[in-house]
C-alpha cells in the first residue's frame, strides 16, 4: 500500500483517522496501540509475511535494550551491544545482499523471493536505538507496544524518513495535537500529494520511455536523465512531505528530510540538503566513530560514501554511485573548495546540477553494459546525437521542464506563505484543489512507483 493510492486515501487513511481520534488524547497508550495496529495492517498489505519479521526485529532489540540498561558501564552491556547489532545488521545483510555477495563469485542464491519493504529504514531506526542506549542518551523503553510503534509507524515505515529514538521518545509517551498542527499536517500532506501525483509520475513515465529505449540518442539520454533528477526528487520529497504531514496530524514532529538540493552550488551543499536523516545517521553512527575528519579523513569519506551506495541497493551501479559522489566531495574538500566559492553562484549551480545529473544515470541502470552504453551516450559517444522520438518527447514536455525546474526552488513556498498569510481561506482551497486534482489523475493513471520502497 502506498500514499498515493486510492485504497489509502479513500479507505485506510479515514478509517484509521476515526479510530485513532476516537480515542481520549491523554491515553496515549491506546493511541500508541491503535497506530501500532494500523501500521502492522499497512505493512502487511504489502508484506502479509515479512510483517513479522519487522515485529522480531523490534521485539530482539526492545528485550535486549532492557538487559543493556541494567547493565550499563560493564563488559556485558558491550556484549548485549553487539548482539544487537549483530541481529540487526545480520538480517539486512540476508535479505537484501545475500544474493548480491554470491553472485559476485558466479553463485546463485535465492534468499527470497522480494525484499522486505522498508527493511532498510527500520534497521537504523532500531540501531539507533541500541547505540544511543548503549552510550546512555536514552532510556530504554519498557513499553512493547510503544517501541513497536516507534519502529513499525506507518507514516515513516517504508520510505522514511529515518527516524531516531531520541528524537520521538517524549512523543511515545506524551503528544499534543492541536488544530493548528492539524492543519500544517494537512496541508503538507497534501502537497506531497500534488508532488507525486502531478510532477513525480509525469516525470516517471517520460524518463523510463526515453532511459529504457537501447537505441536512445544523446539526446534522448540527457532529457531522460534530467526527467529522472526530476523524478526522484519530487517522488522522495512527496513521500518524505507527507510521512511529515501525517506525523503532524496525530502529533508527532518528526524532523525535515529535503531542503531544496537542486538549489546547492556544490555536491557538499547537495549533500547537506538532500536525505537529510539518512546523512545524520551515517554521520553520527559511522562517519564519527571512524574518526570523522580527525584521522583517515579520505577513507573514513570513501567508506561511508560506499556503505551508502550499498544502502540503496545490492547492485554495483548503487557502488559506483557511492564512490561517485565520495570523490566528487574530496575533490571539492581538498582542490575546489576555494575556487567554487569565487565563481558566480549561476556557474557552480550548473556545474553541480551537472554532477548531479550524470550521478543519476549511475543510480538509474543497474545493468553494468546498459551503464556503460548510457554513459557514453550521455558524454556523445556511440550513438546518435538526436533522433526523432526524442526530439518529439522534448517539444511535447517543453512546458513542464521549466515547471519542474521552478517547484524544486523555495520561491513557490515563499510565494504560498505570502498569499497564505494574506488569504487564510487559500489553505483550504489549495489542499481541496490538490487533492481533487491528484484524485482525478489517479483514476486514470496506471504508472504510480515510489522509487525509495525498493530499498
Known amino acids: 500500500m502506498v500514499f498515493s493510492s486510492l485504497t489509502f486515501l479513500v479507505f485506510f487513511l479515514p ?24 501500521s502492522l495492517f499497512f505493512y502487511s498489505a504489502g508484506e502479509p509475511v515479512w510483517f513479522l519479521l519487522i515485529i522480531f526485529s523490534a521485539s530482539t532489540d526492545c528485550l ?3 538487559f543493556m540498561e541494567r547493565h550499563r558501564g560493564k563488559p556485558l552491556a558491550t556484549v548485549l551491544l553487539v548482539i544487537s547489532l549483530c541481529c540487526s545488521l545480520g538480517l539486512l545483510i540476508l535479505f537484501k545482499y545475500t544474493e ?16 522486505p519493504i522498508g527493511i532498510s529504514f527500520y534497521t537504523f531506526q532500531t540501531m539507533s536505538y541500541s547505540v544511543d542506549l548503549y552510550k546512555g542518551n536514552i532510556k530504554a523503553q519498557r513499553n512493547p507496544v510503544a517501541f513497536l510503534t516507534f519502529v513499525s509507524m506507518f507514516p515513516q515505515l517504508v520510505a522514511g524518513p529515518i527516524i531516531q529514538y531520541k528524537d520521538v521518545e517524549a512523543m511515545l509517551t506524551k503528544r499534543t495535537t492541536t488544530r493548528a498542527m492539524i492543519s500544517a499536517g494537512i496541508t503538507r500532506f497534501c502537497t506531497g500529494l500534488g508532488k507525486k501525483i502531478i510532477f513525480a509520475n509525469h516525470a516517471g513515465l517520460v524518463a523510463n520511455d526515453l ?11 540527457w532529457l531522460g536523465s534530467i526527467m529522472f533528477m526530476f523524478q526522484i526528487y519530487f517522488d522522495f520529497s512527496a513521500y518524505s512531505d507527507m510521512a511529515i504531514g501525517l506525523g503532524k496530524i496525530i502529533g508527532f514532529e ?39 575528519n580527525r584521522k583517515r579523513a579520505i577513507f573514513n569519506i570513501m567508506f561511508v560514501w560506499m ?9 554495483l551501479n548503487f557502488v559506483i554511485w557511492g564512490l561517485y559522489f565520495g570523490v566528487a566531495l574530496l575533490i571539492e574538500k581538498y582542490l575546489l573548495r576555494r575556487f567554487l566559492e569565487k ?36 558524454f556523445g559517444f556511440g550513438g546518435s546525437l538526436w533522433d526523432y522520438h526524442a526530439l518529439d518527447v522534448l517539444l511535447s514536455n517543453i512546458w513542464i521542464l521549466p515547471v519542474l525546474a521552478i517547484f524544486s526552488t523555495r520561491q513557490p513556498y515563499r510565494i504560498w506563505e505570502g498569499l497564505k498569510n494574506r488569504l487564510p481561506a487559500s489553505e483550504a482551497f489549495f489542499n481541496v484543489a490538490v487533492a481533487g486534482v491528484s484524485f482525478i489523475l489517479l483514476i486514470g493513471q496506471t504508472f504510480n512507483p515510489f522509487i525509495y520502497f525498493r530499498f
Not at 532511459?211 to 539520454?221: Q, V
Not at 518528526?254 to 545517521?281: C, M, Q
Not at 556503505?307 to 547492485?315: E, M, N
Open 64 to 66: 535486549i535494550g532492557l
Open 15 to 38: 478509517l484509521f483517522i476515526f479510530a485513532y481520534f476516537a480515542v481520549p488524547a491523554e491515553r496515549v497508550n491506546l493511541r500508541n496501540f491503535v497506530l501500532l495496529i494500523f
Open 343 to 378: 565563481l558566480p553562484a549561476l556557474v557552480s549551480h550548473v556545474y553541480l546540477l551537472l554532477v548531479v545529473l550524470y550521478g543519476w544515470v549511475l543510480f538509474y541502470f543497474t545493468d553494468l553494459p546498459e551503464l556503460a552504453t548510457a554513459s557514453a551516450r550521455f
Open 100 to 115: 548480491f555477495f554470491f553472485g559476485l563469485v558466479g553463485i546463485s542464491v535465492t534468499v527470497a523471493p522480494t525484499l
Open 211 to 221: 532511459l529504457a529505449s537501447p537505441y536512445a540518442s544523446a539526446l534522448g539520454i
Open 307 to 315: 556503505v551508502t551506495g550499498l544502502w540503496h541497493g545490492a547492485s
Open 254 to 292: 518528526f524532523k525535515e528530510n529535503f531542503n531544496y538540493p537542486y538549489v546547492a552550488k556544490s555536491v557538499t551543499d547537495f549533500w547537506r540538503r538532500w536525505h537529510i536523516s539518512l546523512g545524520a545517521f551515517f554521520r553520527e553512527y559511522l562517519y564519527i566513530p571512524l574518526g570523522g
